[in-house]
Every structure is written in structure tokens, then in C-alpha cells.
């Protein structure tokens, strides 16, 4: 790993221009590809892209308040670090690392269940605000097992990814024939998380109403009314940064009405090609409570390991403050939908045209 002095980078950018450099095509193509032809990826960039910003000003914008509250717990940033499988390809240390980023800079971690090391050691690595997601590959009497060792371990809320009935065909993955080790032993519950249905999500909330079900993967408003209708505490807007089905439509062009449609009845939390300061702010103007980063948080681990993603959430922070303070609010609840507006993008979408400078993009 090449990049000692995390202080040297002064913009994202660079930061994933230096993973570009660390990594070997396979791990950098599963890290930023995503299915078939990455139409689903390009939506999600063309959908954040497409919201301009109504600035107010003359609005004393000395003092800002850029931390948040989830489930009752101060966070630096509305900003999770989403669940990441095979992050150990990434980076030394793997979920640890992250782990321990996310202790150091003050953000949750969700924990992926195909990710190394497992739930107890990734717990012991960092006292850090955590959340596990969980792939469904087993009985009822499995699920009990994993919820029952989350809880004992110190994460919050419990999260089952539903947008992976199928596991997608990853061509950059494919052409570069990159077998992941982790797929190798994941083909014997796959008929668990093909047979998901809301008839869990009912035997879930049944059995444990007071531990926060997070359901990360919902793309339309009937389903969101349907996770609402379940009791969900979380509504995750999400099509798994373009890695799943191909040809949705992008996360932040479905936003708005599945906040309509919730209405305040559970949060709604979203991701998909968030990677920029600017960004995170239209979410939450629109209303969403916190916003996930999957690509960008591999990238700042594949940068510089632990002390390269508490950099990038540095820059991401700084994006943020700045953005918040032009726009005029001093904190996340003066943002209103208002302060936006829809326009043509300016360039064009792809999973890096949010960094314009990037050598050879
Ligand atoms: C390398 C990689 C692995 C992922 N693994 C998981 C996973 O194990 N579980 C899950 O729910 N989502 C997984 N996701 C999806 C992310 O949690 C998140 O939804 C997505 O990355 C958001 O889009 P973004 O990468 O553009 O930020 C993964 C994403 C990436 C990039």
C-alpha cells in the first residue's frame, strides 16, 4: 500500500486514483462493476445528476451542525458505511479495517454477513456504532442463530438485504475471471434467498419487535408500503449500487415518492452512487435520514486502509459543511426540498462521473 500521509490527498479524487494504483483488476473490477451492461450504475449517477441546487443566502451560516441521529445515537455524519462482502479482497483486515475507520471518524458500520472476519471479531475490532446485514441462507432456526450473535455482539439493527433473489451476472467479474473464495462456499443457501418472502419479515418483527429491522433493497413505492405495513423501523431505498438487476431505474429517481408513500411511518435511508458531498445533501433535502456508501468506502480502504477511508470521510464531511453553508442551513433540518431543483445533467453518467479530473476517466 502506497500512501502513507493520508493528509496528502486534499480530494476524493485522489483518493480513488491512489485505490486504482493499489489494486489488482480483479478485486477493482468486482469493487466498482456492477451487472450486465451497468445500466442500473449509470442510472444512479444520471438520477443524482440531475438535481441542481436553489441556494438561499444572506442566512448567518457562521455555525453548522453537520452530525445526525439515528435510533438515538449522535453521529458525525447522516452517513453509513454500507455492507461490503469480500472487503477482505480489498483491503488488509477487511470489515475490521472498516470497522475501526468507522470508530475513528464517528460513523456506523453495517456489517456484511459474507464478509471477513466474521460478526464476533469484527465487533471486537472497534467500539463503533454497527448494524448487521444479513443474507438469508439458512432456516428460521439460522437467522435466529445470526440475530442472536448480533445482538450479543453489540450491533443495533438488524438488516436483510431482499434485492438478491438471484445473484446477478457481474460480467467485468466474469470476463476477468475473478472467482471471489467467498462465492465458492456461498452456493449452499442460495435456495433460502431465493424463497425470501415478506412471510419472514412478519416472523421477524413477531418474534423480535423491539430490535430495528432494517430492509435494505426496496426500489418501488409497493413495496415500500408493504415493509411499512410489516413494521420495518428502516426502509432502504437501495438496487444494490447497480450490481443486482439490470435496467432499474437510479436510487434518488425513486426517492421522493417512497418518501411520499412512507410518510414519516419508518425512516427511509438510501443508496447508490453517492459519492460526493453534494450528493449525500440532495438526499437528505429530499427527506432520507441517512445515506450508505458502498463503492466509496471500499475505495478510501483500497486508498490507504484504515487512516484512507477516515480521510475520505474527512473530505466527504468538508463537501458537506460546505455544501449545507452555501445552500444556506445550518443543519439538516432547515434543508427542504426546496432548495432544490431538477436539470439537465452536464456530464455524462458513469460510476466515476463525479471526479471529472481523474487520470485516464
Ligand atoms: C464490492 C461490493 C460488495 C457489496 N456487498 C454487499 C453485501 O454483502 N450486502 C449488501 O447488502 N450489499 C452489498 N453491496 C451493496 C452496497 O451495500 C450498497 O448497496 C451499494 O454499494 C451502494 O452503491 P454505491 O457503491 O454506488 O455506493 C456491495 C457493494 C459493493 C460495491
Known sequence: MNAPHVEEFLTLQEIVAAARRNLQPGPWSYLVGGAETE????????????????????????????????????????????????????????????????????????????????LEET?????TTRYFQLYVRGDDAWVDDHVRRARDHGFTAFCLTVDV???????????????????????????????????????????YPDFPLIIKGIATVEDAQLAVEHGVEV?????????Q???????MAVLPEILKAV??????????????GT???????????????????????????VPGLVRTLVLLEDEMRIALGLLGATSYAELTPQHLAFAPPVTEPGVFSAFPHLPEA
Not at 441521529?69 to 455492507?83: D, E, Q, S, Y
Not at 469480500?86 to 458500520?109: C, D, H, K, N, T
Not at 465487533?123 to 467500539?127: K, P
Open 235 to 243: 426502509v432502504y431505498v437501495s438496487n444494490h449500487g447497480g450490481r
Open 263 to 276: 410518510n414519516g411511518k419508518a425512516q427511509v435511508w438510501v443508496d447508490g452512487g453517492f459519492m460526493r
Open 245 to 251: 438487476l439490470d435496467h432499474g431505474l437510479g436510487s
Open 39 to 118: 445500466t442500473t450504475v449509470r442510472r444512479n449517477r444520471l438520477a443524482l445528476d440531475s438535481i441542481a441546487f436553489r441556494p438561499r443566502v444572506l442566512r448567518d451560516v457562521s455555525r453548522i451542525d453537520s452530525t445526525a441521529t439515528l435510533f438515538g445515537k449522535k453521529l458525525r455524519l447522516p452517513v453509513l458505511l454500507a455492507p461490503i462482502g469480500g472487503l477482505e479482497s480489498i483491503v488488509e483486515g477487511g470489515a475490521a479495517a472498516a470497522a475501526r475507520a468507522a470508530a475513528q471518524f464517528g460513523v456506523p458500520q453495517m456489517l456484511s454477513s459474507v464478509c471477513k472476519p466474521g
Open 165 to 207: 433473489a438471484m445473484y446477478s451476472r457481474r460480467e467485468r467479474d466474469l470476463i476477468g475471471r475473478f472467482i471471489k473464495p467467498w462465492r465458492a462456499t456461498a452456493g449452499d443457501g442460495v435456495a433460502f434467498q431465493s424463497g425470501l418472502s415478506w412471510k419472514q419479515v412478519k416472523r421477524f418483527k413477531d418474534k
Open 123 to 127: 465487533a471486537a475490532a472497534a467500539d
Open 279 to 305: 450528493d449525500v445533501i440532495k438526499a437528505i433535502a429530499l427527506g432520507a435520514k441517512a445515506v450508505g456508501i458502498g463503492r466509496l468506502c471500499g475505495l478510501g480502504l483500497a486508498a490507504a486502509g
